[in-house]
């Protein structure tokens, strides 16, 4: 080990949806801003302060194509990568900095498709229920026990 460490674990909300860039030779990234909240009172007028961090994620290949796939903006999600930095020429030549997240792992929190799609199968499993019998008509795979 070289004595440094460069890891950077986040909590936070999509910003917007995962937009894919897609490269010759089958290779793709994944971009898109995550939000992370601090919350804190101000000691002098007890005001409630949200203070906003804006955070540049980037994903590749299979991880990028499960993202876009599954997240939307509003999702929350946990992620771990490393800082990146980078610098590009812009069209009228100046010198641009920007700083990522090069994520290595992450974990879905809430996703609104996710959460669509239970909505869904509860009002569909509500509409077949006999509350009579609310086993009848489920399939057997279906049941609680």
């Known amino acids: 080990m070289n004595g440094t460490l460069n890891k950077v674990m986040l909590i936070g909300h999509l910003g917007d949806d995962v ?3 897609y490269f010759d030779g089958g290779n793709c990234i994944g971009r898109f801003q995550l939000a992370t909240n601090e919350v804190y009172i101000n000691k002098t007028t007890n005001e409630k302060i949200t203070s906003t961090e804006w955070h540049n994620l980037v994903v590749r290949n299979k991880a990028a194509e499960i993202c876009e796939k599954y997240l939307s903006k509003g999702d929350k999600i946990y992620v771990e990568g490393r800082i990146k930095s980078r610098q590009w020429q812009a069209e009228d030549g100046t010198t641009k900095y920007t700083t990522e997240i090069q994520v290595t792992e992450f974990t879905f929190l809430t ?3 996710e959460t669509e799609h239970k909505q869904h199968q509860a009002s569909e499993s509500t509409k077949n229920t006999n509350f009579e019998n609310p086993n009848e008509g489920l399939p057997v795979n279906d049941l609680p026990f």
Do not use: W
């Open 19 to 21: 937009k894919m860039h």
């Open 111 to 113: 996703t609104k498709k």
